[in-house]
Nanobody, 126 residues
Framework: QVQLVESGGGLVQAGDSLRLSCAVS????????VAWFRQALGKGREFVAN????????YYADSVKGRFTISKDNAKNVLYLQMNNLKLEDSAVYYC???????????????????WGQGTQVTVSS
C-alpha cells in the first residue's frame, strides 16, 4: 500500500513560482509511475505530469509544458512539481498519484492510478 502526502500549496500571484512536494511512503518499484493531477472547481481531474515507470521519462500536459517540471528524489522518496510562470488557470487542488500497473496508453487516465494523496490547494491571483 503506497501512501502519498502532498505539501507546498498556497496563494500566489500570476507569474510567480511554487514547488509542490509529495512524500511517498515506500520506495517505489521499477513498475511504479508517479504523477501529478489537478482538479479545478467544477471540473474533472486533469493530468499534469508524470514519471513513467522505471524509464523515469517525464510526460507533461500541453497546458503546463515549458512551465512545470516534475522530478523525484529517490533517496528521500519525495516527488516534486516545480511550477513557474503560474497562470490564473493553474488554480486547482493538486494531487499526487501512483500506479504500479500503468501502461503507456493509459497514463493520462486518472482512473488508472490506484493511490492518491489528499491534495493541496494552489490558488493563483491576478
Amino acid at each position: 500500500q503506497v501512501q502519498l502526502v502532498e505539501s507546498g500549496g498556497g496563494l500566489v500571484q500570476a507569474g510567480d513560482s511554487l514547488r509542490l512536494s509529495c512524500a511517498v511512503s515506500e520506495r517505489t518499484s521499477n513498475n511504479t509511475t508517479v504523477a501529478w493531477f489537478r482538479q479545478a472547481l467544477g471540473k474533472g481531474r486533469e493530468f499534469v505530469a508524470n514519471l513513467f515507470r522505471s524509464t523515469g521519462n517525464p510526460y507533461y500536459a500541453d497546458s503546463v509544458k515549458g512551465r512545470f517540471t516534475i522530478s523525484k528524489d529517490n533517496a528521500k522518496n519525495v516527488l516534486y512539481l516545480q511550477m513557474n510562470n503560474l497562470k490564473l488557470e493553474d488554480s486547482a487542488v493538486y494531487y499526487c498519484a501512483a500506479s504500479t500497473t500503468l501502461i503507456y496508453s493509459t497514463m493520462y487516465d486518472p482512473s488508472r492510478y490506484a493511490y492518491w494523496g489528499q491534495g493541496t490547494q494552489v490558488t493563483v491571483s491576478s
